[in-house]
């Protein structure tokens, strides 16, 4: 799988992000082709105290191409041009990655005493 992350660091004006992450982001990322599932994160802080980070948003491909054709889209276009002020005013820091999944030894010895 290939993911697109989106980190909201935290704003003293936490309402405005939050309106902008659900009246502007949210709807255009769902309309992207190609998307498999989305996830967002709210973070509530990291070892130590309280994190930079307010909300990290996640959405999966099947691949890389998949992405860039989806970024290519209508919709993609439109978020990415919505992103840019946020990204370039550093408040919020975006990037893209080979995603995959890995079963703990843990996860698999619970999945047979389960079954």
């Known amino acids: 799988m290939f993911k697109f992350v989106t980190l909201y660091r935290r704003v003293d004006d936490e309402t405005q992000l939050e309106q902008f992450f659900g009246k502007t982001h949210l709807p255009l990322a769902e309309q992207l082709p190609g998307l498999i599932k989305s996830e967002v994160s709210r973070i509530t802080g990291k070892p130590?105290?309280?994190?930079?980070?307010?909300?990290?948003?996640?959405?999966?491909?099947?691949?890389?191409?998949?992405?860039?054709?989806?970024?290519?889209?209508?919709?993609?276009?439109?978020?990415?041009?919505?992103?840019?002020?946020?990204?370039?005013?550093?408040?919020?820091?975006?990037?893209?990655?080979?995603?995959?999944?890995?079963?703990?030894?843990?996860?698999?010895?619970?999945?047979?005493?389960?079954a």
Do not use: C, M, N, V
């Open 48 to 114: 130590g105290g309280q994190s930079r980070f307010h909300l990290q948003y996640e959405l999966y491909f099947e691949s890389a191409d998949h992405y860039r054709a989806s970024l290519l889209s209508e919709p993609g276009i439109a978020l990415i041009q919505a992103l840019k002020p946020w990204g370039d005013a550093k408040l919020l820091t975006w990037f893209f990655a080979d995603s995959f999944e890995e079963a703990t030894a843990y996860g698999e010895t619970f999945e047979e005493s389960d």
